[in-house]
């Protein structure tokens, strides 16, 4: 809690075009908060250099994710937008809550041994304290919520333990959060392997559907999304191609399992397919249209992370002045 206020956090990486898992998983229930928290919503630019990047590109990205976090409907009037490493506070934090974070913690993190292995050249110190920032972001905003998709689930239960642990030492200094995962597009797969997370850093652009996916391309990725044995359109654990199809038509139209199964009773996979890509690339119309829009104006985008980082920066500083008193850190 913000004074009287609860608040909502959470952030997506520029570490790729953002993809439908993203989008169904997390930003698209962010502005759901709008109404009745103060919400903070981050492009987190530190946390996407655990992983080499281009720094053009994720300059460039940085821009593309606040704009598309607009274009899905976060309007910068009601929520605080704004880009990590602009808030030092962030940094700083995180130092502090590294001391607080044991390594035996960070070890099981699934996203540290499922990023290591794909980046075995790079396993920097960055990728395993990972959670420590994340921790930070959340707690520097005395945060209720924090809206994801299932996978950052255990860095949030992790942030709820670091940050009880410091309560424990210095009583009342965070607020403890709780990740809302939505109940639909909790973990959209991939559609070349639906046992593997749908992700923007994955290689095989044919296994993931991009927000700003052309019509034709997301119809064709649809068409050639890995599907089942047997013919069925039926939501089940042996039918993991079939099931992810049907949760994000479910998560695009509203309709439950049990109307879908019902609507392609006898119908085949090609039929279902088309008729997912479809409804996707209709809902995602008018969130691309919107993008270009707030693409094409820059200076309008740097002046929103400017008065967004000096909101967030305002309310973090409250936060690290109260955390460095109670560790003893003199402060002229
Ligand atoms: N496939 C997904 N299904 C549901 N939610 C998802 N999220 C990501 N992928 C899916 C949610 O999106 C938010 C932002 O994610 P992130 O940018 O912090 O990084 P991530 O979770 O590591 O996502 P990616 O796409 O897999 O990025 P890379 O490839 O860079 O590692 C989070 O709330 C996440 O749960």
Redesign the pocket.
């Known amino acids: 809690m913000l004074g009287e206020q609860k608040v909502s956090y959470?952030?997506?990486?520029?570490?790729?075009n953002?993809?439908i898992?993203?989008y169904?998983?997390?930003?698209r229930n962010f502005s759901e908060y709008s109404e009745q928290y103060k919400t903070f919503y981050c492009v987190?630019d530190q946390?996407?250099i655990t992983?080499r990047q281009v720094p053009a590109e994720l300059r460039r990205r940085t821009y593309e994710t606040l704009a598309l976090y607009m274009a899905c409907g976060l309007d910068p009037e009601k929520n605080t937008l704004y880009v990590q490493s602009m808030v030092h506070e962030h940094a700083e934090l995180a130092w502090i809550l590294n001391c607080f974070t044991m390594f035996g913690e960070l070890s099981r993190m699934t996203?540290f041994k499922d990023?290591s292995a794909r980046h075995s050249d790079n396993i920097n110190a960055g990728l395993f304290t990972y959670p420590a920032l994340m921790a930070a972001d959340i707690l520097l905003y005395q945060t209720d919520v924090v809206?994801?998709?299932?996978?950052?689930k255990q860095h949030v239960e992790l942030c709820r333990d670091i940050a009880e642990r410091f309560n424990q030492i210095h009583p009342g200094t965070f607020t403890i959060p709780e990740p809302i995962i939505s109940k639909h597009?909790?973990?959209?797969?991939?559609l070349a392997d639906p046992t593997k997370?749908?992700?923007?850093?994955?290689e095989n652009a044919n296994a993931v559907v991009y927000i700003l996916d052309d019509r034709d391309t997301i119809i064709r990725k649809f068409k050639r999304a890995v599907t089942d044995s047997g013919s069925e359109i039926r939501y089940a654990p042996d039918k993991p191609g079939v099931s992810n199809l049907m949760t994000i038509y479910s998560c695009f139209t509203g309709k439950t399992m049990e109307e879908i199964e019902r609507e392609f009773d006898g119908r085949g996979y090609g039929d279902f397919k088309l008729a997912v890509g479809e409804v996707t690339a209709d809902a995602l119309a008018p969130v691309q249209e919107r993008y270009h829009a707030l693409l094409i104006d820059k200076a309008a985008l740097e002046e929103q992370m400017k008065k967004g980082a000096e909101e967030a920066s305002r309310c973090a500083r409250r936060t690290l002045y109260k955390v460095k008193k109670k560790l003893g850190f003199v402060q002229l």
């Open positions: 959470s952030g997506v990486q520029p570490s790729g953002l993809t898992g993203n169904l998983g997390a930003i987190v946390h996407a992983v996203q990023k809206p994801v998709g299932s996978d950052q597009g909790m973990r959209i797969m991939s997370k749908m992700s923007k850093s994955d």
